[in-house]
């Protein structure tokens, strides 16, 4: 790695590729979700080695759930052993873990663990760890929309007073920096509905390499691409 890298603050990664990368080894999906969960507990260990402060993962979108019946309960199994496993991790690495999305959607366990994750991790500062699950970002702002609205009716607050920093009040990501840096794995190129107001201004990063391949030499290499174009169009992220 470079002397001088300028790390990004916060960097978003949409998970993709689980599934063809186990069918290219004639292995279900499902076993490329496992790797992709085993390679999220390793790349969230090198962002804290390299100094990145928030981490935003897109694991389970509101669009998922038209996968089959086997894939999802799969996903779910993966989710509840993760979410609880995640404490461990959250106290070695000193992360704080929030849940985005809307999680009302799932099994109450599911929900309960979710809770006492976040409940445990909060004080940690060392990485900020954001699981997007069951997220969607034209429902995250029809719920902040919807919410303000209720906030208005109610004379909470003043319609004039809306500005941008009162609505992203409203969003799940509320407090979190916007992305610096959002990486996609597996060739895709699109955001498929994610942090679609966050992302404003977020550079771009797309790769070919499926996510359970996406390991510290790929995630340094996406870093250092951003930093090239940081540096020809420098002066604003060092203010
Ligand atoms: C995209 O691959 C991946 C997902 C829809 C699920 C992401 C889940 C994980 C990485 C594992 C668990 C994560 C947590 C937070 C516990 P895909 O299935 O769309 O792959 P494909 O595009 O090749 O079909």
């Known amino acids: 790695m470079e002397e001088n890298m300028n790390?990004?603050?916060?960097?978003?990664?949409?998970?993709?590729?689980?599934?063809?990368?186990?069918?290219?080894?004639?292995?279900?999906?499902?076993?490329?979700?496992?790797?992709?969960?085993a390679n999220l507990e390793t790349i969230c260990d090198h962002m804290k080695d390299l100094g990145v402060k928030y981490l935003t993962v897109y694991a389970f979108s509101t669009e998922n759930w038209k996968r089959s019946r086997e894939e999802v309960e799969g996903l779910m199994k993966l989710f509840r052993n993760y979410l609880k496993k995640c404490i461990k991790i959250a106290e070695k690495n000193?992360?704080?873990?929030?849940?985005?999305?809307?999680?009302?959607?799932?099994?109450?366990?599911i929900q309960d663990r979710i809770r006492e994750l976040e409940n445990f991790s909060k004080d940690y500062t060392e990485l900020h760890f954001q699981i997007a699950l069951n997220y969607g970002s034209?429902?995250?702002?029809?719920?902040?929309?919807?919410?303000?609205?209720?906030?208005?009716?109610?004379?909470?607050?003043?319609?004039?007073?809306?500005?941008?920093?009162?609505?992203e009040s409203y969003l799940d990501t509320a407090e979190i920096?916007?992305?610096?840096?959002?990486?996609?794995?597996?060739?895709?190129l699109r955001l498929s509905n994610f942090l679609l107001w966050q992302m404003a201004y977020t550079e771009f990063y797309f790769t070919d390499v499926a996510w359970p391949d996406f390991d510290k030499a790929e995630l340094i290499k996406a870093i250092e691409k951003y930093n090239k174009r940081d540096r020809r169009y420098g002066g604003v992220k060092e203010e």
């Open 94 to 109: 000193r992360m704080r873990v929030k849940v985005i999305g809307d999680i009302t959607a799932f099994d109450q366990d």
């Open 177 to 188: 920096p916007d992305p610096d840096l959002m990486i996609r794995t597996s060739g895709e």
């Open 7 to 37: 790390v990004p603050n916060h960097i978003a990664i949409i998970l993709d590729g689980n599934g063809r990368w186990a069918k290219a080894k004639g292995m279900p999906r499902s076993y490329g979700h496992v790797k992709g969960c």
């Open 138 to 167: 034209r429902d995250e702002i029809l719920r902040g929309v919807r919410r303000l609205a209720q906030d208005a009716a109610d004379k909470k607050i003043d319609p004039a007073q809306i500005d941008e920093g009162l609505f």
